[in-house]
């Protein structure tokens, strides 16, 4: 089923049905996003995007988004805590008086926890690197929810650093606590129109090597995921190769 729709995603090259969504992109960094920018920029898109770092690569993205997108407004970090993801959520659904698709880039790296970290330790970094996308996540949805807006939340999480024995189990450990969050958004949303699913680090325990490789395949999942076609999927884990 999962690998049916990955081939799908990556076969239809436009959904003219995203003309005019409004897309908020969180996370954004100088090494992630920038395909998935591009992909809903040339649908014409609304795009409100939010980046990681406060950098030149504010204006780069922002200027590759600029000639196609039908309007872009870009936004810097966003502050620790509960209430700094409310106001920026509250902030980037008034950009364009709400939001059709929500996608968080969560960036993730083995080689911040030293080599003593336990399994605890790896827990609760990923717990602690989904706490905003969750908040911002938990208020757009019930803004979708309120003005039926039948609305799109992708996270996904990328992984940096090299890949090894090390990197694979901590893959592993972040696809699970994805999959986790995602599933229970899902069912706690199911039925009030606003669909809930993740892209994960691929652990090479289970996939086999049928993910997705590399943020062009992954802007294409995220503009299926989108569109009309992605409209039944809710609670869907994929997986994409590690960096």
Same mark, same amino acid.
């Given at each position: 089923?999962?690998?049916?729709?990955?081939?799908?995603?990556?076969?239809?090259?436009?959904?003219?049905?995203?003309?005019?969504?409004?897309?908020?992109?969180?996370?954004?960094?100088?090494?992630?996003?920038?395909?998935?920018?591009?992909?809903?920029?040339?649908?014409?898109?609304?795009?409100?995007?939010?980046?990681?770092?406060?950098?030149?690569?504010?204006?780069?993205?922002?200027?590759?988004?600029?000639?196609?997108?039908?309007?872009?407004?870009?936004?810097?970090?966003?502050?620790?805590?509960?209430?700094?993801?409310?106001?920026?959520?509250?902030?980037?659904?008034?950009?364009?008086?709400?939001?059709?698709?929500?996608?968080?880039?969560?960036?993730?790296?083995?080689?911040?926890?030293?080599?003593?970290?336990?399994?605890?330790?790896?827990?609760?970094?990923?717990?602690?690197?989904?706490?905003?996308?969750?908040?911002?996540?938990?208020?757009?949805?019930?803004?979708?929810?309120?003005?039926?807006?039948?609305?799109?939340? +992708?996270?996904? &999480?990328?992984?940096? *650093?090299?890949?090894?024995?090390?990197?694979?189990?901590? %893959? #592993? =450990? @972040?696809?699970?606590?994805?999959?986790?969050?995602?599933?229970?958004?899902?069912?706690?949303?199911?039925?009030?129109?606003?669909?809930?699913?993740?892209?994960?680090?691929?652990?090479?325990?289970?996939?086999?090597?049928?993910?997705?490789?590399?943020?062009?395949?992954?802007?294409?999942?995220? +503009?299926?995921? &989108?569109?009309?076609? *992605?409209?039944?999927?809710?609670?869907?884990?994929?997986? %994409? #190769? =590690? @960096?």
């Amino acid at each position: 089923m999962l690998m049916s729709v990955i081939e799908g995603a990556l076969s239809v090259p436009a959904y003219p049905e995203l003309a005019g969504k409004r897309v908020l992109i969180t996370g954004l960094t100088s090494r992630c996003g920038v395909d998935i920018v591009r992909a809903f920029a040339e649908h014409r898109g609304r795009l409100v995007m939010q980046f990681a770092e406060a950098s030149e690569t504010m204006e780069t993205v922002a200027e590759i988004a600029a000639p196609d997108a039908l309007e872009a407004k870009a936004y810097g970090p966003v502050g620790c805590g509960t209430e700094a993801a409310v106001q920026f959520a509250k902030t980037a659904m008034r950009a364009f008086g709400g939001l059709d698709v929500v996608i968080n880039l969560v960036a993730l790296d083995p080689h911040d926890l030293d080599a003593s970290a336990t399994l605890a330790d790896v827990e609760q970094m990923v717990a602690d690197r989904l706490t905003l996308p969750h908040q911002i996540s938990r208020i757009a949805a019930n803004r979708m929810s309120m003005v039926w807006t039948e609305g799109l939340i +992708l996270n996904i &999480a990328t992984l940096g *650093g090299s890949v090894g024995r090390r990197g694979r189990a901590f %893959a #592993a =450990v @972040a696809k699970a606590g994805l999959t986790a969050l995602t599933r229970a958004q899902a069912e706690e949303w199911a039925g009030r129109a606003v669909r809930f699913n993740a892209i994960a680090p691929e652990s090479g325990l289970a996939s086999g090597g049928q993910g997705l490789s590399g943020e062009p395949d992954i802007a294409a999942m995220a +503009l299926y995921l &989108a569109s009309g076609r *992605g409209k039944a999927l809710s609670g869907c884990v994929f997986e %994409a #190769a =590690v @960096a």
